[in-house]
């Protein structure tokens, strides 16, 4: 049996003095997308043939305004098509011995390595990340294709046998632990069916990659929809079709679709001939295609991650050097553009001023401008409507708060670019409810450890948290009563980010989740399936 190990391609170049190769392999990647790549009309595929709607979307980079290419723009009627082309590969993809679907996902994962400076380079382009950033985004979507295939290796495809031996006495009127002949028992986990697999723009490699293969290793088929309106990362999508289906996926098995959630998405949400829906994005959408279903009177299986207003909290015993790395890394890496980013921060009113201070020096190295260059570490906002969010809220902090740094925008030219927010208020303040995501830091003092963690557990959300105290008896409290699926004490180089697969299981309690079971985690793929007891007499 295979054996898993993390694909960390810049950790290997770097401990082997080869960064320089690292940079111009992803730099030539870039050169040849642009060249080969940008500017041309791609179809939906349904069934594995190209399909085209009435109506165009046009896709444009945030860096700089690059025309990256023309999508079509799904109809109801043509996710409808998707929905029943998947439906119908279901009955043999089903039935298809798991072993099979392994290779199939690891032959994905070989092709994703083969290629990926290139998908990095796409992806960068397409949703502003940095080298680094892109990188290890295709580096997550190959371990998940790797860890989730040795999974189902290790599970034997999560099928187990089991007998009753027949009993020397039979009876003729039977009750519940009669004794009588042998049974033979199969206990296995089967698909649903069709699954609707609804992506963000923040992520579209890796967790498109994560909860496609999810569904599709455990036997589902997929219809796909990358974010398609707004903030759009169409092209990642597709490549992710090209590159499943040239691992030998079947035709139907992955559909790939783009267009409007209130067309696409909905239709997904509400036909009786979609079994599940796998999904990342806000709270909201999250609970309203929930709400949906269930007024319908429809039931289906829901795998959803929905944000995070994720809190930091650093004690007076804290290394501050390595809580100011770790929480500037945190808040602002991609912009503050992730579920998982630092927000909010409790230090103890002692040493207030002197991390303040220390974060003030890292944020001033922060270099702001085009990510596919390599000295820039912050780089644009997604879209126009992520420029309103932070315009209010740098308006809003400077009425109810201090800002400490930031809150200028730099450029609106062809990018949106702003400067990263360090800010001062108190908890009762919105901002430090109120998922943002944007490069955007409140700060907050405490007294007592337990006055912390109780500022830190008020959100609706659950999904990550950090802690930094070298005291052995904090650690203890903060661990047993923080309210988060993903926590870090004393991480340096992130405070809340940065969950790696196969060590980090990534998941979201109270409003940021709903199954309590976490990506990178031999829990996952048990979500996409239903257990079924098959006993036979004879």
Known sequence: ????????????????????????????????????????????????????????????????????????????????MAIMAAAEAFKSWSQTDYKERVKIFRKAAELFSKHKFRVAAILSIENGKTRYESIGE??????????????????????RRTKLDESKVHVKAAFQGAPGKAER???????????????????????????????????????FKPSSTDNMTMLTGLEIYRIFSEAGLPKGVFNYITGPGSEVGDELVMSRYVSGIV????????????????????????????????PVIVSKNADLEAAASGIVSAAYGYCGQKCSAASRVYVHEAVKEELISKILDQMHSLKIGDPLKK???????????????????????????????????????????????????????PLF????????????????????????????????????????????EYSKAIQS????????????????????????????????KGTGSKFYLQQFTREQSLSIVG
Request: hydrophobic share 35%.
């Open 1 to 80: 049996m295979a054996t898993f190990k993390n694909e960390s391609t810049f950790k290997r170049y770097s401990e082997s003095g080869r960064e320089s190769e690292f940079d111009r392999l992803f730099d030539e990647a870039v050169s040849e997308v642009k060249q080969k790549h940008m500017g041309k009309g791609h179809p939906l595929y349904i069934n594995g043939e190209e399909k085209y709607a009435r109506e165009e979307i046009s896709e444009y980079s945030p860096i700089d305004g690059l025309y990256i290419g023309k999508f079509q723009k799904a109809t109801r009627e043509q996710t409808d």
């Open 185 to 223: 028992v199969t206990i296995a986990l089967k698909p649903y069916g069709v699954f609707g697999v609804i992506a963000p723009f923040n992520f579209p490699i890796s967790i498109s990659v994560g909860m496609s293969t999810g569904a599709l290793i455990t036997g589902n088929t997929v219809v």
């Open 138 to 159: 295709v580096d997550e979507a190959i371990d998940f294709l790797n860890y989730y295939s040795l999974e189902l290796e290790k599970n034997k495809g999560y099928v």
């Open 433 to 476: 409810h109120k998922e943002l995501f944007l490069p955007f830091l409140l700060v907050d003092t405490y007294k007592k450890l337990d006055e912390a963690i109780a500022k830190a557990n008020d959100t609706e959300y659950g999904l990550t948290a950090g802690m930094y105290s070298m005291k052995k008896s904090e650690i203890r």
């Open 485 to 516: 699926g993903v926590v870090y004490i004393n991480r340096e180089t992130s405070a809340t980010t940065g969950a790696i697969v196969g060590l980090h299981t990534f998941v979201g309690w109270k409003g940021s989740g709903l199954t309590g």
């Open 279 to 310: 999904f990342t994005g806000s709270k909201n959408t999250g609970l309203s295609m929930i709400a949906k279903t269930l007024q319908a009177g429809m039931q289906k299986a829901f795998i959803v991650e929905m944000g995070g207003k994720n």
């Open 375 to 429: 000295e820039n570490y912050i780089g644009p906002l997604i879209s126009a409507s992520a420029l309103k969010r932070y315009n209010q809220s740098v308006e809003e902090i400077r009425k109810t708060g201090r800002i400490i740094y930031g809150g200028k925008v730099v450029s609106t030219q062809s990018g949106i670019y702003v400067e990263p927010v360090l800010a001062e208020a108190d908890h009762s303040n």
